[in-house]
């Protein structure tokens, strides 16, 4: 399959959201949310973001303290850290400032249990304005609500959906490798059975491919396919 980003709905909403913090207009706070259940495509959305605007992009973890996630951004910005926080919080502000590189946070969930590592990430935007992303799960959004001073510096949000069959249909034409193309009755198939997770999806969609490529078949149809399944266990051939 090919290493490239499909360019689907949620993708192209997270763009867009970006672009719109990147032109806000003056008093428009420019923090994003970028939020939704595992597999919809969230991270494969931030790294295709942070790549292309050089932004520093940090996992929070669930051991983390503001210390160790400062740590964690001060290594991506080429320093090995182990400073106090307050240089390493200064540290960053001027690298984000002086270079305007956005910043992501993923598994941004684990800041909600942290009152400083919250308020720690809302100073680095308070003293930058340079854009801040964070990405979370499903609940992330009603959780974020009760931290008002947070809440309120958050001008874009995006809620990543369950890919439909239109989403399918791109990242078959995006993704799979010698133009091999695929019967929109079997791609319905394998969005229902990922229940539009793009996880999912790409398993599903590589395993169509090696069918493709085993049989010598440049269309592949529901008929090809049969009822073996896109995940667990499955035959290698159909073909005779």
């Known amino acids: 399959m090919k290493a490239v980003i499909a360019?689907?709905?949620?993708?192209?909403?997270?763009?867009?959201?970006?672009?719109?913090?990147?032109?806000?207009?003056?008093?428009?706070?420019?923090?994003?949310?970028?939020?939704?259940?595992?597999g919809f495509g969230k991270t494969t959305a931030t790294t295709y973001l942070f790549n292309q605007v050089n932004g520093i992009y940090v996992r929070a973890m669930a051991t983390?303290?503001?210390?160790?996630?400062?740590?964690?951004?001060?290594?991506?910005?080429?320093?090995s850290g182990m400073w106090r926080i307050n240089k390493m919080v200064d540290f960053t502000i001027e690298?984000?400032?002086?270079?305007?590189?956005?910043?992501?946070?993923?598994?941004?969930?684990?800041?909600?249990?942290?009152?400083?590592?919250?308020?720690t990430v809302r100073d680095l935007y308070d003293n930058t304005e340079v854009p801040v992303i964070l990405i979370g799960m499903d609940q992330i959004a009603r959780r974020i609500s009760t931290r008002?001073?947070?809440?309120?510096?958050?001008?874009?949000?995006?809620?990543?959906?369950?890919?439909d069959l239109d989403d399918v249909m791109v990242m078959a034409d995006s993704l799979l490798d010698n133009d091999i193309k695929v019967e929109p009755e079997l791609l319905d198939e394998l969005r229902k059975a990922s229940s539009g997770e793009a996880r999912r999806i790409v398993i599903g969609l590589n395993q169509i491919e090696r069918l493709a490529k085993m049989n010598e078949l440049d269309y592949v149809t529901a008929e090809h396919w049969g009822a073996q399944p896109f995940h667990g266990v499955r035959r290698p051939s159909l073909v005779g």
Not at 64 to 72: G, I, K, P
Not at 95 to 119: G, K, N, T
Not at 148 to 162: A, D, H, L, T
Request: proline residues 6%; negative net charge; contains cysteine.
């Open 64 to 79: 983390d303290s503001a210390s160790t996630l400062m740590n964690r951004i001060v290594g991506e910005l080429g320093s």
């Open 95 to 119: 690298q984000m400032s002086m270079y305007e590189r956005p910043l992501f946070i993923d598994e941004a969930d684990y800041l909600m249990s942290d009152v400083r590592m919250l308020e």
């Open 7 to 38: 360019p689907v709905k949620n993708v192209l909403t997270a763009q867009d959201a970006f672009d719109n913090l990147c032109t806000r207009g003056i008093g428009v706070p420019g923090l994003g949310l970028y939020h939704g259940p595992s």
């Open 148 to 163: 008002k001073q947070f809440f309120n510096r958050i001008s874009e949000w995006v809620e990543f959906r369950p890919a």
